[in-house]
């Protein structure tokens, strides 16, 4: 039995609140305030290898009605990344998929991913749940450290495995805020960190998108000898705005304002 879309980002979202309640509490905050919470995107994060590259994790959408739109380029971060959106239902959340560039990385570096990707069986890859299925491969605290020296994202994703990395609340679709602005005061009022990495707000209206996010908790994650706290997963918000001519709401991601809300995962 395949599941359905709405079951798919159910399992991911479960996953997701186990190690980030402050992602249910604030929607749980903001249902008290009788809004309905609509998701703009979900990001998942991978290796560029032949087993786990983006389109094996692009795969599960792809089958229930997704197409990829569009591709970006984090030269910086040495990413690729893609985003999709589901062809006829758009309060369906877009997918933002990046994969890490691994061959621009150190031998050191190369040589863990190498190892992770080892220990993955490729037809569990082809499961529809492989994105919600975790770390399933060994990984010292020593070789995290060793990643997150050269790449934040590496680290993350090594640590963490198969997972959303963050949910984004679509302000839109909130009746009872307007501006992102009243949003983030709202939260910081109620006692959450946000990321101000080049400000609370990435992006402008004349880029047609803003976004800003919760600084992801540690979360004691149990590495091969030993258990240590570490950066886990953030909430996003995100205010879109109409293109000019056309109307419709810009629904692309500027690579700029990504580049910033990636470190809402920073130590
Ligand atoms: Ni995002």
Known sequence: MQL???QLFDHLWQQYIQI????????KLLQARGERVINDHIALRTFNTEKLGIMKIAAP???????IVEDYDFTKKKLNAVHLEHEFDINH???????LRTELFS???QNVIAEIDAQIDPANVMQELFITSGRTW???FEQYIQLLRESEYAAWT?????????FTVSLNHLTTFFQLEDLNEFLIENGFVLNESAGLIKGTPEQFLEQSSTMAAPVNVQFDHSTQPIPGCFYEFAKRYPLPEIGRLYQGFIAASADKIFESTNS
Do not use: M
């Open 4 to 6: 359905t879309v709405e």
């Open 20 to 27: 980030n309640p402050q992602a249910n509490k604030i929607q």
């Open 61 to 67: 959408f792809l089958d229930k009605g997704y197409k």
């Open 93 to 99: 959340p877009k997918v933002f998929i990046s994969e």
């Open 107 to 109: 031998e050191n570096l």
């Open 138 to 140: 060994n990984l010292t």
């Open 158 to 166: 090594a640590a963490f495995g198969y997972r959303a990395n963050h």
